[in-house]
């Protein structure tokens, strides 16, 4: 199955292409609702973010203020969770793990924690550049961790310019333009683990450098596709994580073979986790205590990791294989007499060749051990790319909410340590 450029492919995940079809057909009610909230571009409603790919207000929001502040040389992004993730991966994906080591006239670093020698380092890192910008970004306003760290750095920082990123209405708007600082609006239906489409991502990502407008373009294709046609992606994804699940595999590994998806798989991993793990239903009147755990593997790293457990260890895991089409700049091993009898065919092969080959290893050791799994092919790491493959994993995520009976756009359990927190901290 093919979407917007990406390659699916189902045929060994332990469910029937029948099965998927018949269960896909339960979508059709939510589908319908979803393409009428598009067609509307209607932001009352809790399928707000899947307006987000074909809006140009906030496009044009970021990119302005990407320019007037394009000549700093350092952005600090504050904020956590949906707040950080869904940015923080889009930039690995295209600019790389080492985008700030290539890139030391426009630094980002992401205030995540309020981990001291963190948030110090941080400090320490930025204090000599000439110009930076902080963006505090919180649908609330009211994160402990995201203020803490907002305030200290702030101070830490007295010339670093600011920017807000905030619910329409919240009282950090309010005291940010108090401050007369600059803010941008996050629709307040759109929520954090949905939001990297949004002016959450679209500004830092602008500010880099990215092609924002490709990685809209590329999520709304994967939209479109996915809503339009019976078969697609989104709802075999949903019904291959559900059927596995009740099957007692309610374990969903990302292995994604390039180090530059580790931050995709880190923002997956909540978007799963709080949309689907519930303890209640959707009309909160049936305690289900559900969820799928998702997890986050590397290839090849952790084949030497977690490897043998993944092989030899309990059946209670469903994979997705993520790999990238090979680049025709990949390095080569060239021929050594020496070492050539130490790692037998890999001479004169890319390095890409041979990751290829480590791929289909692991997929053919899978299916000799009766692992179930699912295949996704990405033609490159650019905008449009991850653009339609985040798209796809939200739209997935949401109609799994369905075959689970829980809200996935809540996430009422968050809300407990929050609470106990506060009043730690109040005492």
Not at 114 to 127: E, K, Q, W
Request: aromatic share 8%; with cysteine.
């Amino acid at each position: 199955m093919k979407a917007a450029g990406l390659e699916f492919d189902f045929t060994h995940s332990g469910i029937t292409s029948a099965k998927i079809a018949r269960a896909s057909r339960r979508f059709a009610p939510i589908v319908k609702y979803v393409n009428g909230t598009i067609a509307k571009n209607d932001y009352s409603n809790d399928a707000a973010s899947l307006n987000l790919p074909s809006e140009t207000k906030f496009l044009r929001e970021s990119r302005s203020l990407a320019r007037e502040f394009s000549g700093a040389d350092a952005l600090v992004m504050v904020g956590i969770g949906g707040s950080n993730l869904g940015t923080s991966a889009v930039l690995q994906a295209v600019k790389g793990s080492y985008y700030n080591l290539e890139n030391p006239d426009k630094q980002v670093f992401f205030a995540d924690t309020t981990d001291s020698r963190s948030i110090a380092a941080i400090a320490r890192l930025v204090s000599s550049k000439k110009k930076v910008v902080i963006n505090a970004v919180s649908k609330s306003g009211s994160t402990t961790e995201t203020i803490a760290n907002f305030r200290v750095l702030k101070n830490h920082l007295p010339k670093a310019k600011i920017i807000v990123t905030t619910d329409a209405g919240s009282k950090f708007e309010a005291a940010a333009k108090a401050n007369g600082y600059p803010t941008l609006e996050i629709p307040s239906k759109v929520g954090g683990r949905y939001s990297v489409f949004s002016n959450v991502g679209l500004f830092p990502l602008a500010w880099v450098g990215l092609d924002c407008h490709a990685l809209l373009a590329g999520a709304k294709e994967m939209r479109d596709s996915c809503l339009r046609n019976e078969e697609n992606p989104a709802s075999a994804m949903a019904v291959l994580l559900h059927a596995n699940a009740m099957a007692g595999r309610r374990i969903h590994d990302h292995f994604l073979f390039a180090s530059d998806l580790e931050g995709v798989g880190k923002w997956y991993r909540q978007l799963l986790g709080e949309s689907i793990g519930k303890e209640w239903d959707y009309y909160g009147k049936r305690r289900v205590r559900t969820g799928i755990t998702p997890t986050v593997s590397i290839g090849s790293t952790d084949l030497h990791s977690v490897g043998q457990l993944y092989f030899g260890g309990p059946r209670d895991k469903f994979f997705r294989v993520v790999s990238v089409a090979g680049e025709k700049t990949s390095p080569k091993v060239l021929p050594e007499r020496a070492f050539d009898k130490l790692a037998p065919g890999i001479s004169g092969k890319s390095l890409d060749k041979i990751m290829n080959a480590i791929v289909e290893g692991t997929k053919g050791a899978m299916r000799k051990q009766g692992l179930p799994y699912a295949s996704v092919q990405l033609p490159d790491l650019k905008e449009h790319t991850i653009g339609a493959l985040l798209q796809e994993e939200m739209l997935e995520t949401m109609l799994l909410g369905e075959l689970f009976a829980v809200n996935p756009f809540d996430q009422p359990a968050v809300e407990s340590y929050k609470q106990e927190t506060r009043r730690l901290l109040s005492r």
